[in-house]
């Protein structure tokens, strides 16, 4: 061996030597670990916020609080406090959550200079320093947290876990623990029967995010199983598309529907899109429908008290049930028939589709009224719910704190009965009608008056009334899509007739899961 080799080796030695000597420092000890040891496979689940991302993060999360901690990566007690913020946001962040939709905890790092302004906007004078209030209360505001009135506050004693999570429980009166488990949810409803028109209105009003997490969902569904491939699936989806580009009920999904039509000649040329990006080309996921935030991975209103109960399909049907209370007469078929088609082409349980098609191949009149579309939708609802009962009845697969049911349930709305016969119903349509309107309608809504972040009051309402009113402004949309749209808008009799023949000669499709 030269002598170059021995120098080499002997340095390499040396290397290895003082590695392990280091590795006996007790700050080397927890380095090791975090790399392999149990916190290995821990995921943050405390929100980062910065300068560019902090309104608008705050502004759309659907929870009702938000938890909002300043610090400074450099600060050896914000990186000793770390563990016990993220043992606490594990219960209120991401697609695990315990307890989804009620705190969001997020944090700021005030030693970023582009931070500087933000932690200049709330006060901060220590790290960490911990903020308490509404989402909206913190967007494009000073925080004034020592202001007597201010609904943001300083979380004044949240030094370990127990500590932070015990000063939530104060304020949301409830009786959260670090070591619940998921889908122990005190909040979901026990009693099915136990329904007011009073305490309804906050449950539904949370199902306008839940149908934001659906159409996301769906919409990541096609694009996962690729399944336009054809110009009928490609009609089909645009025609979907412009039914949310022009009805749905979130703001920002509209506007993501509306993009998705803008831009899908060039998506999709002659109805077979691209999937995979070549050459910095934009494809269909390049659009997501609701906001790059979605799907969030949980669901409010519709969350079941077991991991695969409700969610997707519960929100699917809200989806389903609040367009079609804000469609006008002439779109009454339209939409019909355009929700029939992306069940058939898109929707993943083959046994509910066909279940499904064979409900819309039932109806043997085109609709003319918003009026039969909407008692269509729900009577078409109840009867999946009736067909599921005896199902999960016998296979015990139902949720059980969340059982199907007719609806709505007669405490529920009283006037939609017109007897006291449990077993054989009679059902007042006239007032079943205003029931769906009402509550698939403005209470769906309700949320964004209570977190409008607008400032005057007539803005309010008039953000509000945005949200409720038929999108008339014509989209738009490049030549294709707009052929496709124009063809299937039209001659709702000759198409009907057409639809129905295609379908009863359409081969059962196999499942896709």
């Not at 009609?235 to 509209?254: D, G, M, V």
Request: include cysteine; hydrophobic fraction near 35%; charge should be neutral.
């Amino acid at each position: 061996m030269s002598l170059a080799h021995l120098v080499l080796f002997a340095g390499l030695l040396s290397l290895v030597i003082v590695a392990s000597s280091s590795s006996s420092s007790p700050g080397s000890r927890s380095i090791l670990r975090d790399i392999s040891g149990e916190n290995a496979d821990q995921k943050d689940r405390a929100v980062e916020l910065n300068s560019s991302n902090f309104d608008s993060v705050l502004r759309d999360t659907p929870a009702k609080y938000a938890v909002v901690e300043f610090f400074a990566h450099w600060c050896p007690a914000c990186r000793n406090y770390k563990p016990h913020y993220e043992k606490v946001a594990r219960l209120f962040n991401g697609p695990d959550a315990i307890h989804p939709g009620i705190v969001l905890m997020t944090r700021v790092d005030c030693a970023m200079k582009t931070n500087t302004k933000l932690c200049d906007r709330f006060s901060v004078s220590h790290y960490p320093m911990l903020f308490w209030g509404p989402p909206s209360k913190f967007v494009s505001g000073s925080g004034e947290p020592k202001k007597e009135k201010s609904e943001i506050v300083v979380i004044d004693d949240a030094r370990t876990a127990e500590r932070l999570l015990k000063w939530i429980n104060k304020q949301t009166h409830s009786s959260y623990g670090l070591d619940d488990k998921k889908f122990e949810n005190e909040h979901v409803r026990t009693n099915i029967t136990d329904y007011k028109q009073d305490v309804d209105l906050p449950q539904i009003s949370q199902a306008v995010y839940d149908i934001e997490e659906a159409t996301a969902e769906a919409f990541d569904i096609i694009l996962s199983n690729k399944v336009i491939k054809s110009s009928e699936t490609s009609a089909s989806f645009i025609r979907f598309i412009q039914l949310l580009a022009a009805h749905h009920a979130s703001r920002r999904c509209r506007k993501g529907a509306a993009e998705i039509l803008v831009n899908y000649d060039d998506l999709c040329p002659s109805g077979k899109c691209s999937y995979e990006s070549s050459g910095g080309k934009d494809t269909l996921g390049s659009f997501p429908i609701c906001g790059k935030d979605l799907p969030r991975g949980y669901y409010m209103f519709c969350r079941g008290s077991r991991n695969d109960t409700r969610g997707f399909s519960c929100g699917l049907w809200v989806l389903f049930h609040s367009l079609s209370v804000r469609i006008e007469d002439g779109e009454s078929h339209f939409a019909f028939s355009t929700i029939c088609d992306f069940v058939n082409n898109f929707f993943m349980c083959d046994e509910c589709r066909l279940h499904f098609n064979d409900m819309c191949l039932s109806v043997k009149t085109p609709f003319k009224k918003v009026r039969d579309f909407v008692l269509w939708v729900w009577s078409t609802h109840n009867k999946v719910n009736e067909r599921l009962m005896k199902d999960e009845a016998s296979l015990g697969s139902g949720d059980p704190e969340f059982p199907k049911i007719i609806w709505p349930p007669r405490a529920l709305c009283p006037s939609c009965y017109l007897s006291s016969d449990e077993k054989s119903i009679e059902w007042d349509h006239d007032n079943v009608y205003k029931f769906l309107k009402s509550y698939y309608g403005p209470k769906l809504v309700s949320l964004y008056k209570e977190k409008s972040v607008v400032g005057s009051k007539e803005e309010t309402v008039s953000a509000t009334a945005e949200d409720l009113t038929v999108a008339t402004n014509a989209l738009v949309v490049p030549v294709g899509a707009a052929l496709a749209i124009a063809v299937a808008s039209c001659a709702f009799g000759a198409l009907a007739c057409y639809w129905r023949t295609q379908q009863k000669n359409r081969k059962p499709r196999r499942s896709w899961n």
